[in-house]
C-alpha cells in the first residue's frame, strides 16, 4: 500500500497484518506451544494526533476512524521511519522472549 503525503509517495506494505508463532509461559509453569500472535498495524504508526489548535498542513491529514466521522491525524516523518523497524523489533522480542519496557 502507498500513500501520498504532500506529493511523496511513502509505502506501508511494511505494515501489513502477520502472524507469527511462539511458547508462551503461564502461571503454574504451564507452557503454551506455539501460540498464534497476530499483528495489525493503525494509523498511529506513522501520523500523531494534532496539538491543541494546531493546524493541520494542506497534504499531511490521515483520516482515522469510521469513514463518516473521521478523527484527523498528521502525517508524521519520525513515527514512520520508527516504524520501517517495527516488524523487525517484534521478531527480535520474539525470538529471544524480550520485556517490552515503557519510558
Not at 505494515?15 to 501460540?35: I, S
Not at 498511529?44 to 493541520?56: D, F, K, L, M, Q
Amino acid at each position: 500500500m502507498q500513500i501520498s503525503i504532500n506529493n511523496q509517495s511513502y509505502d506501508l506494505s511494511h505494515l501489513a497484518p502477520f502472524t507469527r508463532a511462539m511458547d508462551l509461559d503461564l502461571r503454574g509453569g504451564l507452557v503454551k506451544k506455539n501460540a498464534r500472535l497476530s499483528f495489525r498495524f493503525s494509523q498511529h504508526c506513522y501520523s500523531r494526533g494534532p496539538s491543541v489548535g494546531e493546524a493541520i498542513p494542506v497534504g499531511w491529514r490521515i483520516p482515522e476512524g469510521p469513514a463518516d466521522k473521521p478523527r484527523d491525524r498528521i502525517f508524521c516523518l519520525q513515527r514512520y521511519a520508527y516504524s520501517l523497524q517495527l516488524v523487525t523489533h517484534l521478531d527480535t522480542l520474539i525470538q529471544t522472549n524480550g520485556t517490552v519496557q515503557c519510558h
